[in-house]
């Protein structure tokens, strides 16, 4: 395996860790809750009265995000090398991990694991050993679909 060095940004990934930190631990601090994105969605699934209109401006704000970076960069071309199955099941399948490890990538690996959480420190290791597992075996054990 090669690492491209010369596509690396790392004052770029630095400033965006600052940008999501400093998030988590104000939408903590301002609302005590979890900036987990499966459970900020999940909640609009059974609305509370009084419990919506925060989880919509968050939703409606990450949604608006990328249109505030393009002012000021270019947004990177997406390119998707898979066949819609194929990701209709990994949709269907990261759903049913976030139910099944109560909560998402969000919660446990950047609000869990801040917090020292020993249940979000095991939750995100399994979420990044199934990546790992899932990319060997799709190029290297099954080809590429």
């Known amino acids: 395996m090669l690492i491209d060095t010369s596509h690396l940004t790392p ?3 630095f400033i965006g860790g600052l940008i999501i930190g400093t998030s988590a631990v104000l939408f903590i601090l301002l609302n005590g809750r979890i900036a987990g994105i499966s459970g900020i ?3 609009l699934l059974k609305p509370i009265k009084h419990d919506v209109l925060w989880r919509v401006v968050f ?4 949604l608006m995000a990328p249109l505030g970076y393009s002012l000021f960069a270019p947004l990177p071309n997406i390119q998707v090398d898979a066949n819609y199955p194929l990701l209709v099941l990994a949709g269907l399948l990261v759903g049913f991990g976030t139910r099944y490890g109560s909560g998402c990538t969000s919660g446990h690996g950047i609000c869990g694991i801040s917090r020292l959480s020993p249940r ?7 979420f990044m050993a199934s990546g790992i597992i899932t990319v060997f075996l ?8």
């Open 41 to 43: 969605v999940g909640g």
């Open 11 to 13: 004052i770029s990934a």
């Open 59 to 62: 939703i409606v704000g990450m």
């Open 120 to 126: 979000s420190i095991i939750a995100t290791c399994s």
């Open 138 to 145: 799709m190029r290297h054990v099954l080809g590429s679909f």
